[in-house]
């Protein structure tokens, strides 16, 4: 049974990275972030 006990907690533990990765992927803070760095790399072109 502790196998099973580890992977579940193994799919937990991955699950919890999932979920902070796709919160930044549609925060606001990452989208303003993009932008301002874009409007930069476009200024020295």
Do not use: D, G
Not at 1 to 11: G, P, Q, T, W
């Amino acid at each position: 049974m502790a196998s099973l006990e580890e992977r579940v907690k193994s799919i937990e533990e991955r699950n919890k990275r999932v979920e902070i990765n796709k919160a930044w992927e549609v925060s606001w803070t990452r989208k303003i972030w993009e932008k301002y760095v874009n409007k930069l790399i476009k200024m020295e072109v």
